[in-house]
């Protein structure tokens, strides 16, 4: 039985505000559930309601197979990290910590075993009499972790809690929550618009936009089989592709060059072309098909540049990640990907649509087609094809 279920959750305030719009998801002992969208999504407003801060609209909330809907936040056994460190200025790190227990009439002899367990966890031995004042944000984030921690909870919730932090210290505390979570048995929910969070620190993500779920998967499947559009477009940086191509038999047109489509039935007339700029590559010698244009655009990323490319015979633009050793300005470019890194959704709802063989496909294999564009100009078309 899952330790953690939200099943049909919805939370409205006014008819025209539903932050939250019927959301299900489970989430088992051990594993770590982050929830990941844009400002606005309804990310915060559930974790509030799984925290009892707020009550849902309609659906309930069970944790341990108890019905928590209507249980006041106290009565819960949750942890919960916020983004902000909220200590208490005038305790030490001991009493910071210790804090919690101490108002459930704890034991004196089982807070200090506790909080003794906790602070070697989290390196906080030798900082036990400082203030927060005394001490850095990655310290006192690791004081706000540690009074959840120790109270051993049912759930743990957390709130944005690196968003505080500079970017070396954020990858050094997220490194070091990966390995502290790993080793805790309940459930943990995590709120966060930063993707490479959600990537590195889950067992599942759960992408939300506009109160609703978009798509509920571990990272991998949610980075490789983004399920709409909006999931293609939020998670990956650089950001992917997303071409809208009109479409001509079996093949989508992009500028001079023509695709075969997945076998679709009925063929659309337009469809959105996906691909991930770490995809696109500097085509080869060998590559018999390929995709030209002209730079437009260089941005140096370091171990990488990301360039900007106009597709020859038309107004649309591809990003490619390429080697940084090699000096990029203005000229001509050839380019290639494989059909296998494409992810093609549907113009009018966003879904994706699932790419099968087609005899068009496996005829493209074997050969390069010349065809007539429609304005009876002789030209070449290439197809891509997988390398």
């Known amino acids: 039985m899952p330790k953690l279920e939200m099943i049909h959750l919805n939370k409205t305030y006014t008819p025209k505000v539903i932050p939250v719009k019927d959301i299900s998801i489970d989430v088992d002992e051990g594993e770590f559930l982050t929830l990941l969208g844009p400002s606005g ?13 707020e009550p849902p609209t309609r659906g309930k909330i069970v944790m341990n197979g108890r019905d928590v809907s209507r249980v006041g936040p106290g009565k819960r056994n949750i942890a919960m990290v916020f983004q902000s460190y909220a200590l208490y200025p005038h305790m030490t790190v001991y009493e910071n910590i210790a804090a919690g227990l101490k108002l459930r009439k704890i034991p004196s002899e089982e807070i200090r075993r506790r909080v003794s367990d906790v602070a070697e966890k989290l390196g906080l031995t030798s900082l036990m009499d400082r203030k927060p004042g005394q001490m850095s944000g990655g310290q006192r984030q690791r004081v706000a972790l540690g009074r959840a921690l120790v109270r051993n909870p049912d759930v743990f919730l957390l709130d944005e809690p690196l968003s505080n932090l500079d970017a070396l210290l954020r990858e050094q505390v997220r490194a070091d929550l990966k390995q502290l979570f790993e080793q805790q048995q309940a459930p943990v929910v995590y709120v966060t618009h930063d993707q490479t969070e959600a990537m590195t620190l889950s067992s599942k993500v759960a992408v939300l936009f506009d109160g609703c779920l978009q798509q509920l ?90 360039i900007s490319v106009r597709v020859k015979g038309s107004d649309l633009r591809i990003r490619a990640l390429l080697p940084a050793d090699l000096t990029w300005g203005g000229e001509d470019v050839t380019l290639s990907f494989s059909l296998q890194d494409i992810h093609w959704f549907d113009i009018q709802s966003g879904d994706r649509l699932e790419s099968h063989s087609s005899p068009e496909l496996e005829r493209t294999r074997q050969s390069i087609n010349f065809d007539t564009p429609s304005n009876g100009t002789a030209t070449t078309q290439r197809y891509f094809t997988n390398t």
């Open 217 to 306: 998967a571990p990272p991998h499947e949610i980075y490789n089989r983004p399920a709409n559009q909006f999931v293609a477009g939020f998670v990956g940086s650089p950001q992917m592709n997303l071409l809208t191509l009109n479409c001509e038999g079996n093949n989508a047109i992009l500028g001079d060059f023509r695709i075969p489509l997945p076998n679709l039935s009925p063929v659309p007339q337009q469809v959105v072309m996906g691909i991930r700029p770490e995809d696109v590559r500097l085509a080869e010698p060998e590559d018999r098909l390929t995709l030209q244009g002209r730079i437009f655009l260089v941005e140096n990323l370091g171990m990488q540049n990301l």
């Open 41 to 53: 999504c309804g990310k915060s407003t559930l974790l509030r309601l799984i925290a009892g801060l």
